[in-house]
């Protein structure tokens, strides 16, 4: 088992990674000490992995909420489910909810406590290499809007990350490849050795292969906890975390949350954030090749053909990183380097859209 | 024009108490300076002062949104309603969101600021006195589940508190009532000489004397500022604030928030609580006397005659300050020294419910 920490003072928390973690009753009974736990999970990961989870909270107090899979289901409506759960079993304020499962679940859940008698103990058990990798670390939490991806949440950090790498062995292939979309990015803002690292490894990764899977959740959740330690509610180098994600919100907000996963529409909006760096001067057409390709090796769409650029240009338009009325964009200056401007031009917005879109 | 400040790092923010506040532009300009504004406000209190508002606040883009008044209408719906219009003027993370109204507004605009995009900045106009000395002022947001009060919501402080005394004058004489049930706590809890005070002056304040308004909502503030300063998460001193609460809000509950005004529950739940301290053999029997007759001079319910004591102890039971499956309450040493405890006999709570219920 490996160790990491989230250092953000009083709050700070481990992120435990390892094989068969979710079976470690000690781990439980160390960094989890509400009797009445509420552990939400969905449809898909709850017949492989709640028993056995069950029986490793034991004696705890265990209520389960099963939720819809899937991206299009993260809506206000399945967090109030959650909350009347946890009203109808009269859980206290020294309550815990955990998450298990992957990124949909961890927000839905992580929304819930936070909001629940105003914040209890939560928990992430991600399942998913996207969860284990990105969206259980941070505390970011919330809900799609019709209006757009994530606009109703709040901050609320996890007192706990449990990554049992084992759960990755029934990930389908699709959701890997999804997962590692998020990976790729890490070594774009701020890691150049750690994305050559994934150019000569990327086959290896595909393949499931277990050592190299856990090097990039070791090396992924280490940028995360940093930046996370350093900027905790985004008021700076946060938002390069941000790569990729005002276009693939865009095409996740177009498709209505069914077509694509959100690692998915990240690939393809990672392929947008280095074709608009290049048009914008700052990247090398060899460093825009290079990202492309890795994309695309990784199996990700670097073009989306169901979305229309306008329709795009109008979901970027209410993104959460809009200020004055002005989009905001992480660029990157290099493999390895990112930074967030609103200084481009709108042709070579336009252009990065007509390519990658429609 | 008066101005108090809640110390807390970052997020400190003043109260400013005055004759008028609503109508100084320079005011806003300093404290506020969101280009985009959402104003929540209700039925009653709209007609009264939006329009004035408005003209204060120009030029900036203002929006708003006029709810129901009434507790039964603190709901996660009407929340939404609020996350509605803000997505669909594509209110960007630099807006800011104010509430004109009395707690129940303030309480759900507060938490539609908290959770949309994460938060956005708020700003609490309080024209209630109960608004002015109390839930402005502290950072709870929230709303109410049918399983009980308060059950679903976040810590968001706001970014400005403008009490304009001169909405009191048309107050309706119940909400004034109303208002000084969470005064008379203030004394209760740690200020023997301001509830001594209260009890030379409460015919001047139920007469709408100006000064006499003003002297309390500004003691309410200091102590309030002063407490939440100290503990804003409630892990200590602030559940002090709650004295009265437990047994007010479980009189809402059991009457669906249409029967009692807040501040009508609470003036029979600080009645209960010198009851119960009593029994305790905390107070003195002419402590308790002096707190019934204070609570009844002021025109608020000693006694409630259509919840029954079982039914109320069963809301009780899902109170916040629930922990580990026992009721804490906030109990009296002595008029002006409260205290939080869990060590209390289960007859004296049952006598206490009997005597003021039913």
Known sequence: METLRVELGSRSYPILIGQGLLGERALFDQHLRARDLLVVSNTVVAPLYLQALEATLQPRRVVVTILPDGESHKTL??????L??????RF?????????????????????????????????????????VDSS????????????????GAFHQPVIVVADTATLATLPPRELRAGLAEVIKYGLICDAGFFLWLESHIDALLAGDAAALAHVIRRSCEIKAEIVGRDEREHGDRALLNLGHTFGHAVESATGYKEWLHGEAIGAGLAMAACMSRESGHLTSQELDRVTRLVARTGLPTHVTNV??????????????????????????????AFVTADYAEPALRHTLATHLG
Do not use: W
């Not at 229309?308 to 493999?335: C, F, N, S």
């Open 77 to 82: 409506a399945n967090v109030e489910r959650i």
């Open 92 to 132: 206290g304020r020294d309550c815990a909810v955990a998450a298990l499962g992957g990124g949909v679940v961890g927000d839905m859940a992580g929304f819930a406590a936070a909001t629940y008698q105003r914040g209890v103990a939560f928990a992430q058990l991600p399942t998913t290499l996207l969860a284990q």
């Open 137 to 152: 670390v941070g505390g970011k939490t919330g809900v799609n809007h019709p209006g757009g991806k994530n606009l109703i």
């Open 84 to 89: 009347d759960v946890l009203v109808a079993n």
């Open 308 to 337: 229309k650029p306008d329709v795009a240009l109008e979901h970027m338009r209410i993104d959460k990183k809009v200020q004055a009325g002005r989009i905001r964009l992480v660029l990157l200056r290099a493999i390895g380097s």
